[in-house]
């Protein structure tokens, strides 16, 4: 069987962590790995002054995919790693597809009190590659009362176009087939017309897709009090970001989300990564779950060809999170990653 | 007593309805209300052409206070109503703070199975007159596959601060004494880092109260599974714009939130209305919960200084509430409009 050539950034904080008990997963799949670690993150940062060296980055082009923890520690301004070390692999890397599932497992907790898994069972295809993530922006009289500072989403037919297509194609893939827009039409007029023109235009290429547009605020309300509205959700960089926290704590919290950072043309590798942050404050403690992680290791692999192999993480996972109804609690992230290895194993 | 001028615009679909239950509890308050009503909306839109006259918003100056239901109809191509009249009275009566309490009431259903009214209360302070909203941006070769659409969020010390300072008062006044700033400076980084310095610098006027800052991401993730952490929150146009939807959903739903667009310095009226739009496929049949607009009118009350009244009106839809709970769904609008005001009357 063929041989995967993975990048692996554990980054900051509890990525290290999390990322180790998903390589223990992958291992236990049987498929052939290679994996090659890069310390880039917050030390390396204070150590050397780089975020993302252009070497490292062209480097990392050659590989089949790439892992990756956490990124971003309170000791390093705002903006700094968030900019040129993560959004700058989404972005050179041209990860127009930000895909993030949006799932309750049977036997999650979540807040809401009358949901069931059946409720919630959504994927968020988010812009990747521009709108405010663009860094388009600048200051005029900083620190002074006459200070404007501006942020520019810039959004192209392009880069709208492509990613639409790629949610058309994944709602068709799925038993509703049905995909929502979401924005801001009604105030964002000039982003929102090109959003809404393109869904439009590419939907007459997709007849048994239905669609459907929702403003970014009743669609966070509807997360919240309609979840089973949603099936495939389309949307840019930023309301993606967005709602699909708001998905994260539907589903149980942020320690199960999983996504995948995907160049869909594959002119450069993917990168897999749970949707949380480092979280600084429970680092180094065992105290991380590692599952979003694991999951995002089955998106990898459900992406490099190897569904069968994605299938039986996510089911390991699956039957984990049926037994943490009881005590789950008590377990430590390594704990955690040696149950669901066994399973994947087993 | 004081006789107060109320410019009533009731706008499209369910605000007709809403506002006269709004209209019938503010009677029954015992102040004496002069109402003129404007019939600005989607109708006048397609009969004339106008939105909002100069003349009428000139008009509009000269009243204490305005009462809005809601703006917008399927039949209008979105973002003409909502720019050139709802935003326009909101920028141009200088509403540069958008006033949104999220309160969950004892005895309504909440979606998250085990808040209680203790763990949801809070008051949003979303910016009014700046950011997104402003209009700024433009589309390049509209049609072709080299569109380009941008957006463009203005932010100023001068809107920023007044804003920041205003959230701060209302910390103060508030038993737990909290502000958190909610943004997105990691990746808006030029806007953000206005806001996050305008934050600092003010509070250290502000000893007694605690800041905090919260990325929009895991602000709206917190919204579902950590709601207590917030008390105030001070936030730009967009961001509060979610989160209050996300706040409405949490706390029993949009026909419960009120708003206040206030202008704080009193240069001209400021405009209560409720959160959610005008509902074109409930409206007409009496089935619109006219709560959120009740709970505006003593918003409306409290502003001009009416603290008593406002507090009456306020417990009047406390206590209707409470009794909701065995067959709330039956009333229609009027009846629920009916019983608020007879609890008024009392
Ligand atoms: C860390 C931050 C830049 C990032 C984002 O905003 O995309 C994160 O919130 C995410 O969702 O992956
Ligand atoms: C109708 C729309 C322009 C408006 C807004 O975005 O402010 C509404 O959503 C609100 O929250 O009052």
């Known amino acids: 069987s063929r041989n995967i050539r993975l990048a692996v950034i554990p980054g900051d904080g509890i990525g290290t962590e999390v990322v180790a008990e998903g390589l223990k997963v992958l291992e236990a799949v049987g498929t052939k790995v290679e994996t090659t670690t890069y310390d880039l993150g917050a030390k390396r940062y204070h150590e050397t002054g780089e975020t993302l060296p252009d070497a490292v980055l062209d480097e990392l082009r050659g590989y089949d995919a790439i892992l990756l923890g956490a990124i971003g520690d309170p000791s390093v301004p705002p903006g700094i790693l968030e900019r040129d070390l993560l959004l700058r692999l989404r972005f050179d890397l041209d990860h127009y597809v930000n895909l993030r599932p949006v799932k309750l497992f049977p036997g999650v907790e979540t807040p809401l009190g009358e949901a069931r898994p059946e409720d919630i069972d959504m994927v968020v295809v988010r812009e990747g590659t ?38 058309f194609d994944k709602a068709l893939s799925r038993p509703r087939r049905k995909l929502t827009l979401v924005h801001k039409t009604n105030v964002l007029t000039y982003a929102g017309d090109l959003w809404a023109r393109t869904v439009d235009r590419v939907s007459l290429e997709y007849p048994d897709v239905e669609t459907d547009y929702c403003h970014i605020d009743a669609a966070s309300m509807f997360f919240v009090n ?48 749970p949707v949380h942050g480092s979280a600084p404050d429970i680092a180094g403690q065992g105290k991380a779950d590692p599952t979003a ?35 789950w609690s008590s377990r430590t992230t390594q704990e955690i990653g040696d149950d669901i290895t066994a399973r994947v194993a087993g």
């Open 130 to 167: 521009e709108g405010l993530y663009a860094g388009a922006g600048g200051v005029l009289r900083r620190g002074t009362p006459q200070e404007v500072a501006t942020q520019e989403s810039v959004n192209t037919a392009y880069g709208v176009e492509r990613v639409v297509r790629y949610a």
């Open 226 to 273: 309609q979840p089973q509205r949603f099936d495939v959700i389309v949307t840019d960089n930023l309301f993606g970001d967005i709602i699909t926290d708001i998905g994260a704590a539907v589903a149980g919290g942020i320690g199960l989300a999983a996504s995948g950072n995907i160049n869909p043309d594959r002119t450069a590798p993917s990168m897999f990564e």
């Open 293 to 327: 992680t694991i999951l995002s290791v089955a998106m990898l692999l459900d992406h490099l060809g190897l569904a069968e192999e994605a299938a039986r993480v996510e089911q390991a996972v699956a039957d984990d999170l049926v037994e943490r109804q009881t005590g």
